[in-house]
């Protein structure tokens, strides 16, 4: 079958979008391959129709668990041997997984890139025919990039024993230097760079000015009514803005990282199956996501960057329907972001101290590497010293990445299996005990993601009651805990205070201006309101574009000035006083910011009296 036959038949499409034909020709040639395509251009299908195609396995490295099980999911039904391996997979089936690979039963696997650290698991690919290596999301090799996870740079080293076997990079958004950074750390031979045009012709970019962004959020969300996204700076607005779009008629829910494992599972259920369904999300939701029908997406604090706020804007109109990115902006939010930015910012000083302050809890002495996997109460120990926890959790993740510790099974949550047999607990003695089992079925065969912080509340204790009982049950072997308050890690090179003072300090610095710079980027962005903001991010992607976008709001309000006059306004005005909100929702076609102005105008010429703030009336 050719590649066209075969997406005709396992996904009905009836033809490719540029340039996945090109790309997947080129992979069947069985050679190195960068395919750069925007959020919803078909990055996937460029390795899967190969995969069905090629003799022996495509192995898979994707980043994020819940977009494998999604995909494996999807390929499974459509009857294409598919399997995926993560940590929660046991010993005993990963076994049978490779058993089945190995015996030509699966046609793709998908891995994370931390299982590269394994070494069993790398012994036994050698004994797999494989075909084909696809890197997803593969800027997330670039330590400049946003996404940095270290554990990429592990891939290149499958080169080895994987010699001949072709590799097929895809990522979205890629900077030259990233770009490059791809081709580099992915060791890629001569490869082939297919990227297609940012483009997305259903979707428009907006920054609107908003000094109520409660209350522009409700006239947008009406204005397009959908399902939406709404992307928020900490868990805390997630509650909040979910809470007061509920108590308006909406149908929001919340999203953020440290949600358990099934609460993601149940809200992404419920949100890839509505219509209206409003999500309200820290950065934690969306990446690979694939929900077709999403009519906005909005920020309402300063986005990172320009490339998360591309791929989060992304997320909205993969059906091709037209849809809308909104950044209700302040001037506030540079502020804001600039003072997180820098309150969480080490100094060389503090830099320093942090590290003196780490090698002295651990003992451990100039010079000295040891075995040891390390336990490391951050907070108790930010405390301790009167450090600053951001700056310690910062410090920590720069070492992870420089490769100087390996942190262990890093999780947003902490996880629990009870170890002991149902029989020696008594039951209905043991508040905590019973709290668990009535709260996390099947919490006694295997280990299960669980909220000291809920149990807290349920139960009416503190945390850190909670946290001490549970780590003296694991201390006596009746549970198994790992407590996301601890960090474990253990050094991978020996205790050196000098490259802490120099070098580490140097690097560490670089991240740092890279990251405001990236900020400064953003801020431009927004701020700005003359050049066409479409023209302003392709640039930013080193992408040319010869025309103005006509959609985004500086485009529009172009646009518009010259084709809506005061009159229209008073037209309305005759039928009697109005409110805002009325005059607004009458309009509602034309941009906020027009007929704002334009009333201001008529207030000022003395055509219009303002009653109150919120409404107005006509001066006969
Ligand atoms: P990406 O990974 O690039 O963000 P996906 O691979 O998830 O994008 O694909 C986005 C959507 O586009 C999916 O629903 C996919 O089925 C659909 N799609 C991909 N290729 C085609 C095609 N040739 N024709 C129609 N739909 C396609
Ligand atoms: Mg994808």
């Not at 025309?547 to 985004?552: L, Q, R, S, V």
């Given at each position: 079958m050719t590649a066209k036959e075969i997406l005709f038949k396992y996904w009905n499409y009836p033809s490719f979008k540029t340039p996945q034909e090109e790309i997947i020709s080129n992979v069947l040639e069985g050679k190195d391959t960068l395919a750069i395509l925007p959020t919803g251009g078909g990055k996937s299908l460029c390795y899967q129709v190969p995969a069905i195609m090629f003799d022996g396995l495509t192995l898979v490295i994707s980043p994020l668990i819940a977009l494998m099980k999604d995909q494996v999911q999807n390929l499974t039904s459509k009857g294409i041997s598919t399997a995926y391996i993560t940590n929660e997979i046991d010993q005993n089936t990963i076994g049978k997984i490779l058993d089945d690979c190995q015996n030509n039963r699966v046609k793709l696997l998908y891995v994370s890139p931390e299982r590269l650290q394994s070494r069993i698991f790398i012994e036994r690919l050698k004994q797999i025919n494989i075909s084909l290596l696809a890197v997803d999301e593969a800027h997330c090799v670039s330590e400049w990039g946003h996404d940095f996870r270290p554990a990429y740079h592990r891939i290149a080293r499958l080169k080895t024993i994987l010699p001949k076997v072709p590799i097929l990079a895809l990522t979205a958004t890629a900077t030259e230097k990233i770009q490059l950074e791809i081709i580099e750390k992915l060791e890629l031979n001569q490869p082939q760079i297919f990227k297609s045009s940012l483009k997305r012709k259903n979707l428009s970019y907006n920054v609107f000015l908003s000094t109520d962004k409660k209350k522009d959020l409700i006239y947008y969300l009406k204005k397009y009514s959908g399902s939406s996204i709404i992307f928020v700076r900490n868990r805390r607005l997630t509650y909040e803005i979910a809470n007061f779009l509920s108590q308006n008629g909406f149908d929001a829910d919340y999203f953020h990282a440290k949600l358990t494992k099934d609460e993601k599972e149940e809200k992404q259920r419920n949100w890839m199956l509505s219509n209206s369904r409003i999500m309200v999300s820290t950065n934690a939701f969306g990446m690979g996501i694939d929900k077709p029908n999403v009519r906005t997406v909005f920020h309402i604090d300063l986005p990172q960057g320009i490339e998360a706020y591309y791929q989060e804007v992304g997320r909205a109109g993969r059906d091709e329907l037209e849809s809308h990115g909104i950044y209700l902006y302040h001037p506030d939010d540079r502020i804001q972001a600039e003072n997180i930015f820098k309150a969480n910012l080490p100094s060389q000083q503090d830099f320093i101290k942090i590290s003196n302050c780490l090698f002295s809890q651990l003992q451990l002495a100039e010079g000295e590497l040891t075995e040891m996997n390390y336990q490391l109460d951050i907070p108790k120990f930010a405390e301790k010293f009167g450090l600053n926890l951001k700056m310690v959790l910062q410090f920590l993740d720069f070492l992870n990445t420089k490769e100087i510790i390996q942190q262990k099974n890093y999780t947003q949550n902490s996880t629990l299996q009870i170890l002991a047999s149902p029989h020696s607990i008594n039951q209905g003695e043991n508040q905590i005990f019973d709290y668990l089992q009535r709260h996390y079925p099947g919490i006694y065969t295997y280990s299960r993601e669980i909220s000291e912080s809920k149990m807290a509340f349920d139960l009416h204790r503190s945390i850190g009651d909670i946290r001490n009982a549970l780590h003296d049950y694991y201390k006596n072997g009746t549970i198994d805990y790992s407590d996301r308050f601890l960090a474990r890690f253990r050094f991978l090179i020996p205790r050196d205070s000098n490259a802490f003072k120099n070098k580490l300090w140097k690097d560490f610095e670089s991240i740092q201006v890279n990251n405001w710079k990236r900020l400064q980027a953003m801020i431009y962005y927004a701020e700005q309101n003359t050049i066409c903001r479409e023209r302003l991010l392709f640039g930013y992607f080193n992408q040319k574009s010869d025309?103005?976008?006509?959609?985004?709001d500086v485009c529009q309000s172009k646009k518009q000035t010259k084709n809506f006059n005061a009159n229209d306004l008073i037209e309305y005005l005759k039928e009697g006083e109005k409110t805002q909100a009325e005059i607004l929702s009458k309009f509602i076609n034309l941009p906020k910011d027009i007929i704002v102005e334009e009333l201001q105008y008529l207030i000022d010429e003395m055509r219009v009296q303002p009653i109150g703030f919120d409404s107005y009336k006509l001066i006969e």
């Open positions: 025309e103005n976008c006509g959609k985004c």
